[in-house]
């Protein structure tokens, strides 16, 4: 089946250790996304990709990185200069230049203690 | 940058229908779409306006007035299981017709 995954669903870390959330799709899309959102709020865009080897930043990319090596992969890391890591994240993808449907991921919920 | 307004909470009753109004303030547009988020799960898409007008899909319909920056979502016979967060997204601006930005979401609760 066709769609987007993110592992692992849950994830707990220490304060201070970066962790790479990861995100696959094999819907064949050129741009992906990444949004944060934290308990009762909307999603705010962390960084975006709209090609292989090429991103942009979103509204809150401090503390943040990412990679588009392939085109099926857009993993985030989130450093330790994240200030308050603790989120749900949810990468999306979406076909091409014209298409406004966005395909979400099932997100990853990100504890850090 | 972007900036979109919607109302936090809306409450309806089964059966009716209800409206949810985004405003939004963009440099550049390319479209406007709608989302549903249930609890705990990943939104999913409803609808979505590039020109003026009204855009209908079953139960759900969305409108767009670009001279106004203003769409809204329309959700005719309510049932229970669209209580959900639903946001408004637009497409554009300094970032590019690639960059999508969301509004806070309106979280709706149908009421028997």
């Known amino acids: 089946d066709g769609g987007i995954t993110q592992s692992p669903k849950y994830l707990f870390r220490k304060e201070g250790q970066n962790v790479t959330l990861s995100c696959e799709q094999n819907l064949n899309h050129d741009a992906m996304y990444w949004y944060r959102q934290d308990p009762g709020q909307g999603l705010r865009l962390i960084y975006y990709s709209q090609i292989v080897n090429d991103f942009q930043k979103g509204d809150i990319a401090e503390g943040y990185s990412v990679s588009r090596e392939k085109k099926e992969s857009f993993p985030l890391t989130v450093t330790s200069a994240q200030k308050n890591p603790t989120a749900f994240y949810l990468c999306?993808?979406?076909?091409?230049?014209?298409?406004?449907?966005?395909?979400f991921g099932p997100g990853t919920r990100l504890t850090v203690l | 940058g972007q900036s979109l307004e919607q109302p936090s909470e809306v409450t309806a009753v089964e059966g009716a229908i209800v409206q949810i109004n985004c405003t939004y303030q963009?440099?550049?547009?390319?479209?406007l779409s709608w989302y549903q988020q249930h609890d705990g799960g990943a939104p999913t898409f409803l609808s979505y306006?590039?020109?003026?007008g009204l855009e209908e899909t079953g139960r759900f319909s969305s409108f767009l007035s670009r001279s106004d920056s203003y769409g809204y979502l329309l959700l005719q016979e309510l049932q229970m299981k669209d209580s959900a967060s639903y946001f408004c997204a637009v497409r554009g601006g300094s970032g590019g017709y690639q960059k999508v930005t969301f509004g806070t979401g309106t979280k709706l609760q149908v009421i028997p």
């Open positions: 306006n590039a020109l003026d």
């Open positions: 999306a993808s979406r076909p091409g230049p014209s298409a406004d449907t966005q395909y």
């Open positions: 963009t440099s550049g547009f390319y479209g």
